[in-house]
C-alpha cells in the first residue's frame, strides 16, 4: 500500500494531465484548474522542506562543533533575522521597510558581487587553462575570440567582418548544435515521464523497488 | 628562468588586478562606442512597439535573481521604458522568489521618473511559487493565480485589469531569466495557448535560445548586457546598458590579449621542452 497508493496516483495525475490537453469539455478543464492550484501549493510547501532542511543540516554542524560551524551560525542568524524582519517588523515587506532595506542593502550587492567574481576567475581560467593543443580546441579558441569580440560594440570597430562571423557562428553550427541537443534531450525527457508515469521508473519514491 | 616559464607562472592575482582595472577605468574614461543594433533585439523592440496603446496589457515577468541582476536588470528598465512611453499598461509579476524585491523596485523606479500611476498604467503582482502551474493557469484565468495584487487589492477592483482574463488579452509576454524560465514560458505559454513570448537572459545563456528565435517561438531575444545596451539605444535612452559596454569591450579585448599571450608561452615552452629532448638523446 505504501508503494501502490503513490504509483497509482502518478498514474491517475499524469494520464489525466496528459488526456486533458484533449478535452475542453468544461468538468474536465475544470479538475485541470484544480489540479494547478493544489501544484502551486506543494511548491509554497517546497520552500518549507527546504528551510527545515538548510535549519537541520546546520543545527547539526553546530551541535556537533564541526570546524566550520561559524559559518552555520551566520546562515542561521540571517536567516532567522530576514523571517523575523519579514514576519514582525513594521510594514514587512513593504518599500523601505527593514526587510527591503535588509534585502536592498545586503542581499542585493552579495549576491551580485559573488557571481561577478567569475568574471576574475575566468581571465585567469583563460589564461592557464585555454590551449589550442588540438584542432577541435583550436577551431573552439577561434570561435570563442570570434564571439567575445563580436558581441562588444570594439568588434564592430575593428571590422564589420566580425559581428557577421558572430551572428554565422550563433545562427548556424551553434543553432544546429543546440537544436540536436534539444531533441535528445526532449526525446529523453519524453521516455522518461513515460516511465514515471506508468510507474517503470520509481526512483522519486525513493529506495528504488 | 626563461620568459615563457615567467609568464606561464605568474600570479594570478595580477591578472585580477588587470581585470579589476580593466572594469573600472572606462566608467571614469568612457570610450563611448556606438553600439549597433541586432536583429534579436529589434524582433523584441517591434513586438512591443506594435502593441496599440491604452489597450491590452504587457505582461513582464522579472524571474532574475541578485546574482543575474547587473544583467537582467537595465533590460527590464528599458522595456518598462519603452512600454510607459508609448502608452502601454503592464502587468509586472515574478516566477522567483527574490525577484520580489528586484521586480517591485525596478517598476516603481520607472513608474516614479515616468509618472505612471499604479492600478491604471501599471499592476504589480508579485511572487507566485511554482514555473509550470502558473504559467498555465494564467492562460486559464489570470484571477486563479493572482486572484489578487502584490498588496491585496482585488484585480476586479483595479481599473485596468478590467476585461483583462487571460492570455487572450495579453499581446506579449516577456521574461527575464537567469535561469530556465524562458523556456518554461515557451513550453506552457507559447505552445499550448499561442502566446507571444520574448526574454531577456545572461549572455551565456543566450545561445541556448537561438533554435526558439529561428523557429519563431521567441518574438524577440536580448542577450547580455549587449542586449540592454540595443534596447536603450533604440528606445534612445542610454543608460546603465550602454555604459557598461565599454568595460565589457575593454574586458573581452583583455582575455583574448591573456589567451594570446598565453597559448604564444605554452608553444614556446613546449617547442623549447622538445628542443633539449632531441639534445638529451
Known sequence: MRRQLPLTLCFIAGVFMAVQYFIPHWRVQDVYDRFLTWLQIIFAFAFLLGTVSLVKVHYHKIRNRAADRGFSWVVLAGLGSMIGLGFFAPGHNDPGSPFDMMFQNVQVPIEATMFSLLAFYIASAAFRAFRARTLEATLLLIAACIVMLGRVPIGDLISERIPEATRWILTVPNLAAKRGIMIGVGLGMMATALKIVLGIERAWMGGGD | ?281
Not at chain 2, 523557429?215 to 542610454?238: F, N, S, T
Open chain 2, 1 to 281: 628562468m626563461s620568459w615563457y616559464d615567467k609568464l606561464l607562472q605568474v600570479d594570478r592575482r595580477w591578472i585580477f588586478l588587470a581585470i579589476g582595472v580593466a572594469v573600472v577605468v572606462p566608467f571614469f574614461v568612457p570610450l563611448g562606442l556606438p553600439v549597433i543594433v541586432t536583429e534579436p533585439v529589434q524582433g523584441l523592440y517591434d513586438a512591443v512597439e506594435s502593441i496599440p496603446p491604452n489597450d491590452k496589457p504587457l505582461l513582464l515577468s522579472i524571474d532574475y535573481a541578485p546574482a543575474t541582476l547587473p544583467e537582467l536588470e537595465p533590460m527590464a528598465l528599458a522595456i518598462l521604458r519603452h512600454a510607459f512611453r508609448n502608452d502601454v499598461n503592464v502587468i509586472v509579476m515574478t516566477l522567483h522568489p527574490a525577484g520580489y524585491g528586484l521586480a517591485e523596485r525596478a517598476v516603481r523606479g520607472v513608474a516614479e521618473e515616468m509618472e505612471q500611476v499604479e492600478g491604471e498604467d501599471y499592476v504589480f503582482m508579485g511572487f507566485t511559487p511554482g514555473v509550470s502551474a502558473p504559467i498555465l493557469g494564467l492562460g486559464v484565468a489570470i484571477r486563479n493565480v493572482f486572484p489578487e495584487d502584490a498588496y491585496g487589492t482585488p484585480l476586479d477592483e483595479i481599473p485596468m485589469m478590467e476585461g483583462i482574463r487571460n492570455y487572450d488579452d495579453i499581446p506579449l509576454a516577456i521574461t527575464l531569466a537567469g535561469w530556465s524560465a524562458a523556456e518554461a514560458w515557451i513550453y506552457f505559454a507559447r505552445e499550448p495557448y499561442g502566446q507571444q513570448v520574448g526574454a531577456g537572459v545572461t549572455a551565456v545563456m543566450a545561445t541556448d535560445y537561438y533554435p526558439y528565435l529561428d523557429a519563431g517561438q521567441l518574438q524577440g531575444l536580448l542577450g547580455g548586457m549587449r542586449g540592454a545596451a540595443e534596447y536603450e539605444v533604440l528606445i534612445e535612452r542610454e543608460a546603465k546598458g550602454v555604459k557598461g559596454m565599454d568595460s565589457q569591450s575593454v574586458i573581452h579585448l583583455l582575455i583574448i590579449v591573456l589567451i594570446v599571450l598565453g597559448n604564444v608561452a605554452y608553444f614556446a615552452q613546449r617547442s623549447a621542452r622538445r628542443k633539449m629532448a632531441l639534445e638529451d638523446a
